[in-house]
């Protein structure tokens, strides 16, 4: 069976299919199925009404959860989605981001998605949505692990909520072993608040360096106040951190270069506001 209902209402009640499988861009269900045919139950939710494009809100933006990485890019936005949009250029090729979308992206649940350090530091909720209505709940509340999330039986995740960040500027920068079309060794997405020349607000997350990107608290806390960034990393600022040897680089490897990163997309944030 495959569903491609055009409203709300419908995909929920669809969604109660047993085995159902959620398809909302294909670029990662398609290759995770190899040379397979899928199996089971299929509900696409790229024709929900309500559940594409990015709107202002009374405190806020609105994703809706079928939005592609393309109309991210295009939408206009302030100054603290910069970090989000420069993940969006990330997501694949131009193809890619005509197709994939956020909600995929998030309810994909790997380390390395592109989108999750910067939302993080947006302060994200995702709007979870079934038969029984709607929850929201914070991001870092939503991606429990390695293609784990808290998505109920029945549930769609419907959009992604941003309260309004005022004027913070975001930066989001990402290693790999080559330039373009490539899975990170290491994330990192900072957004700062300056208020008379210091950071008077400072959030900082990691990707690809943990089983689900995190932000750095107590990191963040130490920036407050400063004027200078350099040097300002510490092994105990990382220590929540725990990277993997792979392919792609060592866990000695991660640990080494995401110091760096951080101090330098903190420095161009600096440089921005």
């Known amino acids: 069976m495959y569903f491609q209902p055009k409203t709300l209402e419908q995909a929920v009640q669809d969604?109660?299919?047993?085995?159902?499988?959620?398809?909302?861009?294909?670029?990662?269900?398609?290759?995770?199925?190899?040379?397979?045919?899928?199996?089971g139950p299929i509900l696409d939710v790229t024709r929900i009404k309500g559940m594409t494009g990015?709107?202002?809100?009374?405190?806020?933006?609105?994703?809706?959860?079928?939005?592609?990485?393309?109309?991210?890019?295009?939408?206009?936005?302030?100054?603290?989605?910069?970090?989000?949009?420069?993940?969006a250029r990330e997501v694949g090729s131009i193809q890619i981001q005509n197709v994939g979308t956020i909600a995929g992206n998030l309810c994909n649940a790997s380390p390395a998605a592109d989108s999750v350090p910067p939302l993080l530091t947006l302060g994200a909720k995702v709007e979870l949505t079934s038969a029984f209505g709607k929850r929201l709940l914070n991001l870092e509340d939503f991606i429990l692990g390695v293609r784990k999330t808290a998505l109920r039986s029945g549930e769609i995740l419907t959009a992604v909520h941003i309260a309004d960040?005022?004027?913070?500027?975001?930066?989001?920068?990402?290693?790999?072993?080559?330039?373009?079309?490539?899975?990170s060794i290491a994330m990192v997405?900072?957004?700062?608040?300056?208020?008379?020349?210091?950071?008077?607000?400072a959030r900082v997350a990691v990707g690809a360096c943990s089983p689900v990107a995190q932000r750095l608290r107590d990191l963040?806390?130490?920036?407050?106040?400063?004027?200078?960034?350099?040097?300002?990393?510490?092994p105990a600022h990382l220590s929540a951190l725990s990277p993997i040897d792979d392919v792609r680089g060592s866990a000695d490897y991660r640990l080494e270069v995401v110091a760096p990163m951080i101090e330098e997309a903190l420095e161009r944030c600096l440089e921005s506001t």
Do not use: H
């Open 189 to 201: 997405a900072v957004l700062i608040e300056i208020q008379d020349g210091a950071i008077a607000r």
């Open 54 to 87: 990015v709107t202002r809100t009374s405190d806020g933006w609105r994703i809706g959860g079928a939005t592609c990485w393309s109309d991210i890019l295009k939408a206009d936005l302030p100054k603290a989605f910069d970090g989000l949009k420069a993940a």
């Open 165 to 183: 960040a005022g004027q913070a500027r975001s930066v989001f920068s990402k290693l790999g072993s080559r330039k373009y079309l490539v899975i």
């Open 15 to 39: 969604a109660q299919t047993q085995g159902l499988r959620i398809l909302a861009g294909g670029t990662d269900f398609y290759p995770m199925n190899g040379d397979r045919l899928p199996e």
């Open 220 to 234: 963040e806390a130490d920036l407050r106040g400063r004027r200078q960034v350099a040097g300002v990393v510490t």
